[in-house]
């Protein structure tokens, strides 16, 4: 009976890690923080909704993007860019890069690829009412 007990509580903790795992990817809404590539520094406010997120760069980039969801893996979320909807170079540079949303206990970690760069950030979410 032991060995039976066992086997039930294993199942149950994998249960219970896949949906903390999915939930965690999947989690919607809206984080800013700074994102750098070494010797640059922007500032990115990220809205996540179902399987979209917008990410809004601020000055000097000053430009939106939106990405759509390819797959979750593990607690990892991969978005692939859109064109820009706004113009501005920055922006229109990450076409058709991926973008790669990681949440952690501080916030959501934000990296993606620019020109040959790697940029990334821990985003802190934005309480709203």
């Not at 996540?48 to 939106?66: I, L, M, Q, S, Y």
């Not at 859109?82 to 170079?89: H, V």
Request: proline residues 4%; aromatic residues 6%; contains cysteine.
């Amino acid at each position: 009976m032991a060995h039976g007990n066992a086997i039930k509580c294993v199942a149950i903790g994998l249960l219970a890690c896949g949906a903390v795992t999915g939930h965690a990817a999947s989690a919607d809404g809206t984080w800013q923080g700074v994102v750098r590539d070494g010797s640059n520094a922007v500032r990115a406010t990220l809205q996540r909704k179902g399987d979209t997120a917008r990410v809004h760069f601020g000055e000097p980039r000053n430009c939106a993007v939106t990405a759509g969801l390819l797959e979750e893996e593990g607690v990892s979320a991969h978005f692939r860019f859109g064109p820009s909807f706004n113009g501005g170079a920055f922006c229109d540079a990450l076409y058709p890069g991926d973008l790669v949303l990681t949440p952690g206990e501080m916030g959501t970690s934000m990296r993606f690829q620019r020109a040959g760069a790697s940029w990334s950030g821990n985003l802190t979410s934005i309480h709203q009412p």
